[in-house]
């Protein structure tokens, strides 16, 4: 049994370092307290770091792009400290990061209690990134991350609404998939999330969803959120007959709230060799048959 705690992160303004830095510690020993073993926080939530920046700056959507690179090498020195510190995996949110080529690409870290484990990148764009971000889709494949508490990838957002990265994971070993999220309408929050539950469904694996809510006028970026934090099963023996095994109580709080939930992963995979179904056995061979 493996103890996940997913953020429904609210984007705030903090102006001063010192400011977000403890801001970052409260919200993690929050987690920490309750007994959590791995946080996930939402896709963009790096973004919060532009509040860093002067004003003008920060509401310049290219402009905040750019300058906030110079505070992310900070940013990940306090993540990486936090998760060895509490010995526990942080995945703190992912941010727009600017290669040595020039271009941005939408990453997400994983920090153990020895470190960095990897990191993992947005694959495939939506419209809003490479149209109006010019965000350039990650180049690096799918990783799965070996850690103490099992095998792990990451799907950030609208990768999740594409089966065949999830199962690229799943035939890699990953049991669990996590799923930080950014979306500003009802809509595309349950876009994501169908498809985390499908996901789930197709591979006998979890799915984990942390998603950004809130509104922050003061940033172009990320200046509507909605959605809500999940863990998702497949619908299966001696789990949740609707595959939700935790869902968070509402849409958009006031402020950022975990959402805290045990998973059993023996019972997780008895699914996969005793479960009503073998989705994950019959999905590539029914597949196949179809191609030939």
């Not at 197709?202 to 200046?223: C, K, R």
Request: proline residues 5%; charged residues 20%; glycine residues 8%.
């Amino acid at each position: 049994m493996i103890r996940l705690a997913a953020c429904q992160y609210d984007i705030e303004l903090y102006e001063q370092w010192d400011d977000y830095a403890e801001h970052l510690q409260q919200l993690v020993e929050e987690a920490v307290d309750q007994g959590a073993q791995l946080l996930l926080l939402p896709e963009y939530a790096g973004m919060v770091l532009t509040g860093q920046l002067p004003a003008a700056v920060r509401s310049d959507l290219h402009a905040s792009i750019a300058a906030m690179q110079t505070l992310i090498p900070r940013w990940l020195s306090l993540c990486k400290s936090l998760a060895r510190q509490h010995g526990v995996y942080l995945v703190p949110g992912s941010a727009p990061v600017r290669d040595a080529d020039g271009c941005y690409r939408n990453r997400s870290w994983l920090f153990g209690p020895e470190g960095l484990v990897g990191t993992q990148d947005k694959l495939i764009m939506t419209r809003f990134e490479r149209e109006q971000w010019h965000i350039d889709a990650g180049s690096g494949g799918l990783q799965v991350f070996e850690t103490g508490l099992g095998r792990i990838g990451i799907l950030i957002c609208y990768d999740n609404e594409f089966p065949m990265l999830a199962r690229g994971l799943a035939e890699q070993g990953a049991d669990l998939i996590l799923a930080p999220s950014c979306t500003d309408t009802e809509a595309g929050y349950h876009r994501v999330r169908i498809g985390c539950q499908a996901r789930a469904l197709e591979n006998q694996i979890a799915v984990l969803q942390s998603p950004t809510v809130g509104f922050a006028d003061w940033s172009p970026a990320v200046d509507e959120n909605r959605g809500r934090a999940g863990l998702f099963v497949p619908p299966d023996y001696g789990l949740p007959a609707d595959g939700v095994l935790a869902l968070s109580s509402q849409l958009n709080p006031p402020n950022s709230e975990w959402l805290l939930v045990d998973l059993d992963l023996e019972a997780l995979r008895k699914v996969r060799s005793e479960g009503q179904v073998m989705t994950r056995r019959d999905w590539p061979e029914q597949f196949l048959s179809q191609g030939n």
